[in-house]
């Protein structure tokens, strides 16, 4: 659920620029860093919410199909439907923060 690049990508711009964008690079190394460390469980969290939810596997086709329904208006009644995915979308956005930008 990681948007791209991935910590291979990552990694292999930093080789391949080495000297040439020293920041860039830098930041490519750290965001790289802070995904390994964190791992994939806040992403999987949200991966197994919407697979039970939608019945499909594909991160791409659940991250779609819940933005349809959010447009669609699906959760705009308050419940516990609502509050699943307000949960959901803070914990996704906070991963985010943490691996791309931790000083937010």
Do not use: H, K, W
Request: include cysteine; glycine fraction near 4%; charge should be positive.
């Amino acid at each position: 659920m990681r948007d791209p690049p991935d910590i291979s990508i990552l990694l292999a711009f930093a080789a391949e620029a080495a000297d040439a964008e020293r920041p860039l690079v830098e930041r490519c190394r750290a965001i790289a860093e802070r995904e390994r460390r964190y791992g994939m469980a806040a992403y999987d969290a949200l991966r197994a919410v919407l697979a039970e939810r939608y019945g499909m596997q594909n991160d791409v086709a659940l991250l779609r199909r819940l933005a349809a329904d959010i447009r669609a208006g699906r959760f705009d009644t308050p419940g516990p439907e609502r509050a699943q995915v307000a949960r959901l979308l803070l914990d996704f956005a906070t991963q985010r923060l943490r691996e791309n930008n931790p000083r937010f």
